[in-house]
């Protein structure tokens, strides 16, 4: 009577868990990997292939190739983003024509329920929906107003133990900016040394 009391509350909790995970909404994350090396440190991210794939698959393939190598982050707003410039214009060494090919490709919109929400990565684009490149932005802070209007592929891999990249993060937000137009710019140069795929 007793184990089948055990029997029963453990496969109870078992479909509560499945029922507030399935609410949550919140898709898994791949195996796979990329990390950013930058004078400031590290970031590594871990991606959401099932809700961006086509957007994934291209921003794996930029990062094979090396095109985000040299690139930099053209925009460090604290509390709001640090975004990498498009690999076609943001690069200081000169690209071979594959990762041309690859960096100037346009990615239809891949939108999802998923939250834009500190640590989330979100792809960069101007006002045609489908008009996303290579740039994405870094999300310092939650930002609402952009949920399902922005593609969110990825986010900062969490490790319980160790953060994999967010103290870069806030080196990030804490260098010395200037507002151009609507954009906030840091002074200095932030430079993607190398980054690296791994998974």
Known sequence: MGDTRILILG???LAIASVVKALSHEPELGSARVVFQTSYGDIEFGFY????PKTVDHIF???RLGGYNTNHFFRVDKGFVAQVADVASGRSAP?????????????LGEFSDVKHVRGTLSMGRYDDPNSAQS??????GDAPH???QYETLR???EVPKVTKGDETLRKLEEVPTRREGIFVMPTERITILSTY???
């Open 49 to 52: 292939p099932t809700v961006a």
């Open 146 to 148: 952009l949920d399902r």
């Open 95 to 107: 690209m071979n024509e594959e990762q041309r090919k690859e960096a100037e490709k346009t990615i």
């Open 11 to 13: 496969l109870a909790c």
């Open 197 to 199: 795929y791994y998974g």
């Open 61 to 63: 393939k930029l990062v």
């Open 135 to 140: 740039s994405f932005s870094m999300l310092l």
């Open 155 to 157: 986010k900062l891999e």
